[in-house]
């Protein structure tokens, strides 16, 4: 069964939102859903484009107040 | 009032040596008990790995005996948990024994999982433990030119390890007169070359300087041992003739057995530091699923809000202080120089041009380890 899990990766340099996301991934089953929490600005960008290079799903994206909210699906 | 610290390595070592200190007169009066079990009698300053690739460190310069890094009235046994059992405050060892406690701190670091991708044990070296860094200087002394790469798994700890390894290689073959006879790719998970952006920023000319290539969103999926090719998930590959690895971690493999955290992760709150969902568990270190680097300097400053949290709310019955997302990390850029990044979870850090003086702070700190361990510095 596929699952939905947030990743709160708000107010951190190092690893940084893009890393913990790499992590999650890992962990995930193929079809899971994984919402990623940055404040970093940068992430708006970053994601999609490692998302597109790697061959995963951008589902959505959105900034909620200070928040990124970024929703991703591993299908592979 | 019963406090159980597993794990003997850096963070738990530097939280039972503030806690004994803190909590001595409630210890004398018997009114607390602090005990420590490990998984071993030996303590590791592990980044003395860097050197000891390097020949630039003996094996044995990297450990002490643990209990001699106790305060005496820590009851410290050899004896690893092989069951955690929160319901019920207590834990079940190998040698099978039950420990039960009041307040649990769980401490027990990360291991390497290369062989989550194939090729990369038998295909790459790496110097994340002591037979395979000693493995890897024998490799560089016999290397006499051609392509070296270098990899990196998620998650790592030493997030900055990745370019140290990097100028250390250059400064290696530089002296050893045949830098010009080799070719150095770096290759890193992230779109920049490091994910702190002002260390990337600051590495990007220097690797530019120093001849270093760099390839970005590369997160290693295989390698091919026989034809000597490192492929990406991304789709690219490339090839080697001496492959050089961070090699990718979990937590221990109880935490995941138990169900404490998936990966070995544990959930932890990341200001009090207790794990989520148990108000008398505290997780420290590499083991945290914390959006923190999986760095020495992270547990050390995260024992020491734990310990005085345990401490006041003893003596007043509430903790005092919140973990601020504090780590300091030494950057070596090369076997002379050095510089060192500050941050917390709201302040990035700002990085300084590297100079000898600071590596030489970091060579006296390799000593200063076992001061600072002992909770003294
Ligand atoms: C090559 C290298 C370079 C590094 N460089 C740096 C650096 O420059 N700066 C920096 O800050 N950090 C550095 N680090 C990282 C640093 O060493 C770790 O992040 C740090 O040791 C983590 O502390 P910890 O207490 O979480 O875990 P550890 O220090 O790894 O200790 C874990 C302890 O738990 C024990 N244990 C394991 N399983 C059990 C069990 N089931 N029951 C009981 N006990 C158990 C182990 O025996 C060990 O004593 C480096 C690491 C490496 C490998």
Redo the contacts between chains.
């Keep these: 069964m596929s699952e939905c899990k947030t990743i ?2 708000r ?10 996301l ?2 999650y991934m ?2 995930a089953n193929v079809g899971d859903t994984l919402e990623l929490l940055s404040t970093d600005k ?1 992430t708006a960008s ?1 994601v999609p ?2 998302i597109k ?3 995963h799903e951008m589902v959505s994206s959105e900034k909620v107040g200070e928040v990124w909210h970024l929703t991703v699906r591993k299908t592979k | 009032m019963r406090i159980l610290v597993v794990g003997g390595g850096c963070g738990g070592t530097i939280l039972a040596n503030n806690l004994a200190r803190r909590l001595a007169s409630e210890i004398r009066n018997r009114k607390v008990r602090i005990t420590m079990l490990s998984a071993s009698d030996k303590h590791m300053y592990q980044p003395g790995l860097l050197y000891v690739a390097f020949g630039q460190m003996m094996p044995d310069e990297l450990y002490r005996d643990q209990e001699s890094l106790l305060e005496p009235c820590i009851d410290f046994h050899v004896d690893p948990v092989e069951e955690f059992h929160l319901d019920q405050n207590k834990v079940k060892t190998k040698s099978g024994k039950t420990h039960e406690y009041d307040t649990l701190i769980i401490a027990t670091g990360s291991r390497i999982v290369p062989e989550e991708v194939p090729g990369l044990t038998e295909g790459s070296e790496t110097f994340y433990s002591e037979a395979s860094a000693v493995k890897m200087f024998k490799r560089l002394r016999e290397f006499e030119g051609g392509k070296v790469a270098i990899v990196v798994g998620v998650p790592h700890k030493c997030p900055i390890a990745p370019v140290e390894i990097t100028f250390a290689l250059h400064d290696y073959f530089k002296a050893r007169g045949i830098r010009d006879k080799v070719h150095i790719k770096y290759h890193y998970p992230i779109g920049r070359i490091h994910t702190i952006e002002n260390v990337a920023i600051w590495a990007k000319p220097e690797f530019d300087r120093i001849g270093v290539e760099y390839e970005t969103l590369f997160n290693v999926k295989e390698v091919d041992v026989e034809n000597q090719i490192v492929k990406s998930e991304e789709g690219t590959e490339t090839e080697y003739d001496l492959l050089i690895s961070i090699p990718p971690h979990r937590g221990m493999e109880v935490i995941e057995k138990d169900k404490l955290g998936a990966g070995g992760w544990i959930p932890t709150d990341r200001y009090q530091l207790t794990m989520e969902g148990h108000d008398n568990v505290y997780v420290l270190g590499d083991t945290t699923n914390l959006p923190v680097s999986k760095t020495g300097s992270a547990a050390h400053f995260e024992a020491e809000v734990v310990a005085e949290n345990i401490s006041s709310i003893i003596k007043i019955g509430a903790p005092v202080r919140e973990y601020d997302g504090k780590v300091y990390c030494f950057i070596e850029a090369g076997h002379d120089r050095a510089t060192y990044a500050m941050f917390n979870y709201q302040n990035p850090p700002n990085l300084k041009s590297p100079n000898k003086s600071m590596h030489w702070f970091k060579m006296s700190y390799n000593k200063m380890y076992w001061t600072s361990v002992r909770g003294l510095l």
């Design positions: 709160d990766a107010d951190t340099f190092c690893p940084g939102p893009l890393m913990e790499i992590t890992k962990q940068g970053d484009e490692w290079k790697v061959g």
